[in-house]
């Protein structure tokens, strides 16, 4: 049987089971006494985003949040997310975003919508993303999605979309997504991994943090938001004088 203590050494100089043990003493995870494995719930919160469930939901809090930071130090792209590949698309405006979150609705494919605003991957405010299993079901869900987009007013064809793979994150720290590599024995390691984690259901919330997104719209000028409130500004003017 495969064990954490035997496999993956040449994890950025570390074991997987040194970093489990690194981010258990530093409290990036909670060791419970019947071996199991959990995030601190504040590590596995979506506070920005509202998930659309049409289909088999991604495993990022186990892959992204606990593999790939944690057990992995950042230095192996998990090989679960070998064939994660990703729709993103790209509103302007909150009210870009909410006309597109509510056209993924009817599109059959799990997606997240809300605002990207203190991610330091990405230099967008709002987005979306579709997540699909293989590049050849990216291709298809971008079509289906840029034809439902372009059909709206509202959106049109300037709605930028592109095909991603797997998580920004992982090219920040490994490189280029299209030469990532997947060491066999990770397979055998994460399935053993499995067992042993307790992951959060709050990280596919359904209900809208439109508040959140106003807020945001509100200060980065997106003057859209008005749409939401009556056309009532969420904060005053502040007073100038000539200089």
Known sequence: MTTLSDELRA???TTAAENIRRAVEAGRLVEHA??????????SKETNWVFVARGTPPRCLF???FL???VYGR??????CRECYKVHVTPKTL???VAAWQVAKGIACPSKWGVNFENPYSRNYYAGVFYTTGVDMARAVYATARAAFDGVPALGPGLELAIKRACSEYEEAIGPSDRFEFAPELEQIEALLKTRFRGHGAAERTSVP?????DVASRIGDDTYLDFTNGKRLRVPRVTYEP
Do not use: H, M
Request: no cysteine; glycine share 12%; proline share 9%.
């Open 11 to 13: 994890l950025g100089g």
């Open 34 to 43: 019947d071996g199991t494995l959990e995030l601190p719930p504040s590590s």
């Open 63 to 65: 892959l992204k949040n």
């Open 68 to 70: 790939f930071r944690e």
């Open 75 to 80: 230095a192996a792209v998990p090989y679960g």
């Open 95 to 97: 009210r870009e975003l």
């Open 210 to 214: 439109l508040a959140r997104w106003i």
